[in-house]
């Protein structure tokens, strides 16, 4: 039987003509062409449009109004300017200091040759920063000290002579202050009796004398009350009495070394805090400070400007922006790339009914890709004029 198997197999082979192959192949190379066919032809009908062409850039822009400036802004602070406090010290008969007057409020400016309020029953009076504060003067007593209260003196309006020593002329000036201020001023202490004088001479002066503790000083002489005590107020053991603002408040910003030029002193800035608005100028640009990057600082320079007394709106420790140069007005205004040169001459190409109309103008300013137009006929808002 085994030998017999390979002559049914050939005879098997033989019974399918080999004539038949060929066409059988035509047949499965056509079905696949087909199915390749139908399968691109229906991707294609699913498959997704094509994306449209992308918009068309336009081609003109609207003539506007706007206020078109390359102006620098910063973010700043107000400082609150520098105090002096005034004090008041105790005579050796005062138990404690009680405010029983006062002469000044907030506010109020305090310059010396005034009084500034009245404590434990005595004024308190200002004089001038060049006296020096540090003993009683008595009759006769002579020195550096004299010599200033004497020139103080007479720059009040009193008759005094610089001498140097606190002589009759002198006592008398003293007192008229205190007149006029409304007190007497303080007495010296009686001579000793006659027997106990000895060959003592006669003294031709009269019992004024000048002591130390009822006078206060302002550093620089002016200045403005930002705080003082109430009448019956009681002193603490410091004896101060108020408060004194020897420098205005002012606004300070940090800039960078680039936009420190536009910032020099003197250059217009406006200031907003909210709703409020300043003009005001530079008054002082710092040298180059290192940046803290602890405090958010950058490299720079500190620009300040003033903050006038009494102007309404800034607060200490208030942020606030400061833009140099000052406000601009509206003008005609087009994009920049709206601007054509021809040796020289911007114009513009306004659009009308027919063909574009070319229009020369001249550009005043540039800024944030807008060029400000100076009035010319032929050109209102709401034209369109053509891009480049």
Do not use: H
């Not at 049914?8 to 066409?23: E, N």
């Not at 409304?182 to 000793?192: E, M, Q, R, S, W």
């Not at 009269?206 to 002489?221: A, I, T, Y």
């Not at 200045?223 to 300070?252: F, K, N, P, W």
């Amino acid at each position: 039987m085994q030998d017999s198997d390979p002559v049914l197999i050939r005879r098997g082979m033989r019974r399918i003509p080999r004539w038949w192959l060929i066409p059988g192949a035509v047949i499965v190379v056509l079905a696949g062409l087909g199915a390749a066919y139908w399968a691109g032809a229906s991707t294609t009908a699913v498959a997704e449009p094509m994306p449209p062409l992308a918009s068309v850039v336009p081609v003109s822009a609207t003539v506007e109004r706007r206020a078109v400036a390359n102006q620098v802004v910063l973010s700043g602070k107000v400082i609150a300017g520098a105090q002096a406090t005034l004090q008041a010290s105790p005579a050796e008969s005062v138990d404690r200091l009680v405010v029983t007057a006062v002469a000044k409020e907030a506010g109020s400016a305090v310059v010396p040759g005034e009084v500034l309020a009245v404590v434990s029953g005595r004024p308190l009076l200002i004089l001038p920063s060049s006296v020096p504060l540090y003993r009683d003067i008595g009759p006769e007593d002579s020195g550096p000290d004299v010599e200033a209260l004497q020139t103080a003196l007479a720059n009040f309006g009193y008759a005094c002579t610089t001498t140097g020593t606190f002589d009759l002329a002198t006592q008398q000036a003293l007192g008229s202050w205190y007149k006029a201020a409304g007190y007497k001023a303080p007495a010296a202490p009686d001579p000793l009796p006659q027997e106990d004088a000895g060959n003592a001479a006669p003294s031709n002066s009269s019992d004024v004398m000048f002591r130390w503790r009822e006078f206060v000083q302002v550093p620089g002489d002016t200045g403005t009350v930002a705080s003082i005590a109430g009448t019956g107020s009681i002193l603490a053991e410091d004896g101060i009495v108020a408060r004194i603002r020897v420098a205005d408040d002012s606004i300070v910003a940090r800039a960078d070394v680039v936009q420190s030029e536009s910032f020099v002193v003197g250059t217009p800035v406006t200031v907003r805090a909210g709703s409020t608005v300043l003009d005001t100028a530079v008054v002082r640009v710092s040298n180059f400070l290192e940046g803290d990057q602890s405090k958010s600082e950058i490299p720079g320079k500190d620009i300040t400007v003033a903050l006038p007394p009494g102007t309404q709106g800034f607060a200490a420790d208030q942020s606030v922006t400061m833009t140099a140069g000052s406000a601009v007005a509206e003008s005609l205004a087009v994009p920049l790339i709206a601007i054509r040169q021809d040796g020289g001459t911007a114009y513009l190409l306004v659009e009308g009914n027919s063909e574009p109309r070319r229009l020369e103008v001249k550009v005043t300013a540039q800024a944030d890709g807008w060029a400000a137009i100076a009035d010319v006929d032929g050109l209102v808002v709401g034209d369109q004029v053509k891009l480049q």
